[in-house]
């Protein structure tokens, strides 16, 4: 399944909302969709998953929806911290497969 | 709490082998799947390879196949990916991560560099 993610590159200001989408070229559950955020030189760390949860220790600024084809990781109020590249995951057909990633740039 | 060690990264010639670890602690280590994650310099993530908690099953990506080798020793509590006719594109940081086909990957290691190069 290949996971197609935009915009590339997204920079908004501290406060703003940002939505960053993830489509899948076939249907994936809902239940094996996840979201990543990885910061420079740091590994990955895991947002969301189930399009929907949060993981540990994610702040409710962080939320993700979506079903099927469709997925979306919404970050509303953005913080200077939320710089980052953010990657959405399928890892419920193998084999396992990321999406590209969204880099976001804080103004 | 839970830690994931990588070790054994380095330089190394292409058509060579490495093996690297991933030393497992804070959580029941043979109740998981494993996997590995590599990212090339300026890349995204590309899953490369998975074990069942037991070991008895398998998978990797297509770019690996037939070339690298993921096992783990439950009793070391230790993962392990075995590289071998190394490429320049396997050029990488190389992470494991807890999870697998179906599971989530919850928790990741810090990585290890592995340049292929002359």
Known sequence: ?107 | EVQLVESGGGLVQPGGSLRLSCAASGFTFSGYKMSWVRQAPGKGLERVATITDNGGATSYADSVQGRFTISRDNSKNTLYLQMNNLRAEDTAVYYCARGGLAVVFDYWGQGTLVPVSP
């Not at chain 1, 969301?48 to 409710?60: E, H, L, N």
Request: aromatic share 10%.
């Open chain 1, 1 to 107: 399944i290949v996971l197609t993610q935009s915009p590339g590159t997204l920079s908004l200001s501290p406060g703003e909302r940002g939505t960053l989408s993830c489509r899948a070229s076939q249907s994936v559950s809902r239940t094996y969709l996840a979201w990543y955020q990885q910061k420079a030189g740091q590994a990955p760390r895991l947002l969301i998953y189930g399009a929907s949860t949060r993981a540990t220790g994610i702040p409710d600024r962080f939320s993700g929806s979506g079903s099927e084809t469709d997925f979306t990781l919404t970050i509303s109020r953005l913080e200077p911290e939320d710089l980052a590249v953010y990657y959405c995951q399928q890892y419920g057909i193998s084999p396992i497969t990321f999406g590209q990633g969204t880099r976001l740039e804080i103004k």
